[in-house]
């Protein structure tokens, strides 16, 4: 296996284990508010401006386009688990809060424009110009 096939793998691995580990730390997040007040939209915020720039760091790192999946992957898996409930009845996203349901809907949206948006600017570069009307 050639260097760069293993700085691949190896970026794909550690693009993938942030994924797991954003998608764990803005779990936590979400119960976060003021004393006695409103809750505050750190996790929200962290999913808006995070999962785009992993899944641009993961295809950066591997070269391939398919690679932003992986930490999305991750995520998902983890926020998944998050709203799930154990058998001893604990839950992180619980239904009574706002930042955590709408992170639950915003995250993997906002990993889909990571992986949308560049893929749609790099066509819109190799297109033919267009030709004038008359």
Same mark, same amino acid.
Request: charged share 10%.
């Given at each position: ?43 929200? $915020? +962290? =999913?808006?401006?995070?999962?785009? /720039? #992993?899944?641009? &760091? ?6 391939? @386009? ?37 992170? $639950? +809907? =915003?995250?993997?949206?906002?990993? /889909? #424009?990571?992986? &949308? ?6 066509? @819109? ?10």
């Amino acid at each position: 296996m050639n260097a760069g096939r293993l700085l691949a793998v190896a970026g794909a691995i550690v693009a993938t284990g942030l994924g797991a580990v954003l998608g764990l730390f803005e779990a936590f997040l979400t119960p976060l508010r003021l004393p006695h007040s409103t809750y505050l939209p750190v996790a929200l $915020l +962290l =999913a808006i401006i995070g999962n785009p /720039a #992993l899944s641009w &760091f993961a295809a950066e790192v591997t070269g391939k @386009r398919f690679a932003a999946i992986l930490p999305a992957g991750a995520w998902c898996a983890v926020w998944f688990i998050a709203a799930t409930k154990t058998r001893e009845g604990d839950l992180i996203i619980t239904g009574n809060n706002w930042v955590g349901l709408v992170t $639950l +809907l =915003a995250g993997p949206i906002a990993f /889909a #424009l990571g992986i &949308f948006l560049p893929v749609m600017l790099e066509q @819109r570069r190799t297109l033919p110009p267009k030709p004038p009307t008359v």
